[in-house]
């Protein structure tokens, strides 16, 4: 199984664009998040070889621009492809999901999308005092559970914990993507990587809102197992 990161604020090389927002792609076939502009992420797609007549699933983590901002250049292109977004995503989200044609799934439970890929369903977050529901996906592979995140609103611990409390028996391999802990304290950052250990997280990719101090403290804390995630990047997991 890979994760191929198809948009953030770094790139592998120059083939790759960048700016603000989060993509990948799991197992060639779902996409979680969209980044902030459809040229941006059709240029990353064209660049890694990925067709949009190649993708079954959107899933969306939350309603924000700079996580939906390709998706729809990619329903407008794919007529009936699922989008997996939460209930309480905003009424011109659904609509315009709608009125493109994709096939909206919400749920508030884990669902699963295809073998071994699951989204979390709605989790309670909050954003600036507005609430902000928000998804995650699980990816099962050899390795254990990959959790990806687009901004971890509700909380990377919180999040965690409803991973950990449905697959139970299962072990947390790697976490990664916007962890939302820009402009933390390091003594708050520092909790949450114990967290991340007491939860037995076997590697951490922050990356997108994560924020410069927290990617420096998971880097040092993590060392060999801090996934540095770049556009471009094949992540085997
Ligand atoms: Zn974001
Ligand atoms: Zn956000």
Same mark, same amino acid.
């Given at each position: ?18 700016? /603000? ?50 998706? /729809?250049?990619? *329903?407008?292109?794919?007529?009936? *492809? ?156």
């Amino acid at each position: 199984m890979e994760i191929k990161v198809l948009f953030d604020k770094l790139n592998l090389d120059e083939r790759f664009l960048t700016g /603000w927002g989060f993509s990948v792609l799991v197992d060639d076939c779902i996409l979680f998040d969209t980044g902030e502009k459809p040229s941006l992420l059709l240029k990353n797609m064209e660049s890694m070889g990925v067709d949009i007549s190649s993708l079954t699933a959107v899933v969306i983590s939350h309603d924000h621009w700079d996580h939906t901002g390709g998706l /729809w250049e990619i *329903l407008s292109s794919k007529e009936r *492809l699922k989008v997996y977004g939460c209930p309480g995503f905003s009424a011109g989200f659904k609509n315009k999901v709608g009125g493109l044609k994709g096939e909206l799934i919400e749920s508030d439970k884990v669902t699963e999308i295809a073998k071994d890929i699951y989204a979390t369903g709605e989790i309670t977050g909050e954003y600036e005092g507005q609430y902000m529901p928000e998804q995650a996906l699980v990816v099962r592979s050899d390795n254990g559970l990959s959790v990806i995140t687009g901004c971890a609103h509700p909380g990377i611990v919180k999040i965690l914990g409803k991973v950990r409390e449905t697959f139970s028996t299962e072990d947390i391999y790697l976490v990664l993507g916007g962890f939302h802990l820009m402009g933390s304290d390091r003594r708050m950052i520092n909790v949450i990587v114990d967290e991340f250990r007491k939860l037995g997280v076997k590697k951490a990719g922050p990356c997108h809102c994560s924020g410069d101090e927290a990617e420096s403290i998971f880097r040092d804390k993590y060392k060999d197992d801090f996934v540095q995630v770049k556009a471009g990047e094949i992540i085997q997991i």
